[in-house]
């Protein structure tokens, strides 16, 4: 019974982080983008190095693109992450310069099957929601919750969202895995070990 509702409670949030989400103006998400952008260049440390993986937008979600070319750019070796099926963990490929990208469902753009795999040193992630604990409200399926729980090392997890996507409180699962910070057009918001 507190299973249940407990994803019920999850359930509604979700309702409301989409309900909040999509009210924005298109104008109004292309200017986060652009200064989440900002404050991710200002203020995350990662060396040239490491390792970064980043996401291909779907639907409304703040769009990391600019961080990914600008990565890119500069030589940083950049990941997106491949749905393989609805229990695994994501596949994370390598977006080499040039490379082509393909259609992986959900609407999401991934490197060819080819690609070099990887294992990211820094995560930006998409999300629905977010409190001011760091827990992280995602689609429910589970993704990433799989794919961090069979990596060799703990990656810096980073949130990408509009400030409109903070909630008072989620409930947290014993396998959610806290957010290390998060950044929003506001600027950027630590958690944890992180602060």
């Not at 993704?143 to 996507?165: E, I, N």
Request: proline content about 6%.
């Amino acid at each position: 019974m507190a299973d249940q509702a407990f994803e019920e409670a999850k359930a509604a949030l979700r309702t409301e982080a989409h309900a909040a989400r999509a009210a924005l103006s298109s104008e109004d998400r292309a200017d986060a983008a652009k200064a989440v952008a900002g404050h991710f260049f200002e203020s995350v440390a990662f060396g040239p190095d490491d390792v970064i993986a980043g996401y291909w937008r779907i639907r409304d979600e703040l769009d990391c693109q600019a961080i990914l070319v600008r990565l890119m750019d500069s030589g940083q070796k950049v990941l997106l992450p491949v749905v393989q099926g609805d229990n695994e963990p994501l596949d994370m490929r390598v977006w080499e310069a040039d490379a082509p990208l393909y259609e992986a469902g959900f609407g999401t753009l991934a490197p060819s099957d080819l690609a070099p795999r990887s294992v990211p040193d820094l995560v930006l992630m998409p999300l629905l929601g977010f409190d001011n604990a760091g827990t992280r409200l995602g689609y429910g399926g589970g993704y990433y919750d799989r794919t961090l729980a069979v990596l060799p090392k703990k990656p810096l997890l980073v949130g990408l969202a509009f400030a409109a996507q903070e909630l008072a409180h989620i409930p947290r699962d014993a396998h959610d895995v806290p957010l290390d910070m998060v950044i929003t057009e506001a600027g950027i918001r630590f958690f944890g070990a992180a602060e």
